[in-house]
């Protein structure tokens, strides 16, 4: 398992994930659905939603294999995939200047990314990947209303 803690300015309510090549754009991604499951999709990019529009505490893990699926600590976890088509994977808030970004070296493939959300209490936010086959952005397990 690779593992970087990371503090990331969310400023929007968002950081993202990107393959680092891929533009980025998710300008058009964030709909009513996307802002509701705090979870924005581009090619070769992932946006994540926060509560604060500030600094947040991001934990980044690259694991060998689906981890268990110990929800309970957690408000909300999505689920989806990002093709990461040459890497390295850029980890960054959306106004962070790109090239002084986070960088964790992934072979490329297409993984799945697990978002776990914090967002009572102390705020932070874990994202797991792993290589897995494809799928559509879903919740897992919902915020309560």
């Known amino acids: 398992m690779q593992r970087r803690d990371l503090e990331l300015f969310a400023d929007y309510n968002q950081f993202y994930l990107q393959d680092e090549p891929a533009s980025g754009d998710l300008s058009d991604a964030w709909t009513d659905e996307a802002v509701e499951r705090l ?5 070769g990019t992932v946006g994540v939603g926060t509560a ?3 600094n947040v505490p991001v934990a980044v893990e690259v694991l060998e294999g689906a981890p268990a699926q110990s929800f309970q600590p957690y408000d909300q976890v999505t689920e989806c995939s990002l093709e990461v088509a040459h890497g390295p994977l850029v980890v960054a ?5 790109f090239p002084e970004a986070a960088r964790i070296l992934l072979a490329p493939g297409v993984y799945r990314v697990r978002v776990s959300y914090c967002l009572s209490g102390e705020e932070r936010y874990l994202v797991q990947l792993w290589q897995a086959p494809r799928i559509e952005a879903l919740v897992v397990k919902a915020r309560a209303a």
């Open 39 to 43: 979870l924005a999709l581009a090619p």
């Open 52 to 54: 604060s529009n500030g």
């Open 93 to 97: 808030g959306c106004t962070e200047y």
